[in-house]
């Protein structure tokens, strides 16, 4: 009982894909634009969210950027060029990954420059030998003669 | 020669990199706390005003088409009749336009008959309007939200963009040193 019950709970489970908020009257006959369209509005920040995709947004204007995107696909753009009609609009930030330009590069590179530093100053601390103590001066030399003498007796 | 002085100086650095750090990454958060994250910076400052030619949202008034804008230093004001931040900044568009600023608005994705009423109970201030059914040359202005309000220059080009609703502060602090400065006549 209880396994058929977790076999149907698994199966339903398994039914359940990630919540679009793409309409069904927004989505393409061609289902190769339409996978397309899907790749794209994955990238693409909706401004009034600010943290969704443009396809798992329900805002008004995500619904108008994606029907937009279609637009610019079935018109014969190429998928860069439709990032770069909406970039011209809405900047760098309406694409959610970042590029790669001066102002990410500290974004891009920064952390793998804070584990180099990490790692060089891990490995020149190893590295580091300690230093040969330095030879003793002449007073010194008298004095621990001194020092040797007195223990003797 | 006391031993510590062979690495002293790399010692002290080790002590002192911290606290730089620490006030740097302060220095950071510091500016970060007066900064609006949710307010985006336009991509569209200093490009020309996008290409549109938008019908009147009334038949007896005249459209707002791209060949409209530019000759002296103006607003466009993105509004419409179901948006309240809207109606909060109506009245300081009014006063604004009495004060002689060119203002011109759009209507995003307004009923003309909604539009009209709207304009009808608070007043008009705009020279002209252009109705943006489809919202389509907000796209093109970059807007992501109504209110939003653009200065343009002579030449017909976005120096400026405001997003939210106009206060009589931000008129005073934000718009008109800037009208001032493209030379509001």
Known sequence: MIARLLATLVLLLACVGPALAVNPDERLADPVLEARARTLGKTLRCLVCQNQSIDDSNADLAHDLRVLVRERLVAGDTDAQVLAYLQARYGNYVLLKPPVDPATWVLWFGPPAVLLIGVGVLVLRRRAVPAAPAPLTPEERARLDLLMAGTDE | ?185
């Not at chain 2, 009245?91 to 209507?107: D, F, H, M, N, R």
């Not at chain 2, 705009?126 to 040359?137: E, K, P």
């Not at chain 2, 200065?151 to 106009?166: E, K, S, V």
């Open chain 2, 1 to 185: 020669m006391p031993p510590e002085s062979n690495s002293g100086l790399g010692r002290r650095l080790l002590f002192v990199l911290p606290i730089v750090a620490f006030i740097a990454l302060a220095g950071v958060f510091a500016l970060g706390l007066g900064h609006d994250p949710t307010a985006l910076k336009s991509a569209m400052i200093d490009k020309p005003a996008p290409d549109f030619a938008l019908a009147p949202v009334a038949a007896d008034r005249p459209g707002l088409a791209r060949a409209d804008l530019g000759g002296k230093p103006m607003l466009v004001n993105f509004f419409a009749s179901w948006c309240a931040p809207c109606r909060a900044e109506h009245a300081t568009l009014a006063g604004l336009a009495a004060s002689g600023v060119p203002l011109y608005g759009i209507a995003y994705k307004d009923k003309p008959e909604a539009a009209q009423r709207f304009l009808g109970d608070l007043g008009d201030p705009y020279q002209r309007i252009g109705l943006d059914l489809d919202g389509r040359t907000a796209i093109d202005f970059g807007v992501y939200g109504v209110p939003e309000t653009y200065i343009l220059d002579r030449d017909g080009r976005i120096r400026y963009r405001y997003a939210g609703a106009l206060t009589d502060q931000v008129l005073k602090t934000e718009i008109l040193p800037r009208l001032d400065a493209l030379g509001r006549p």
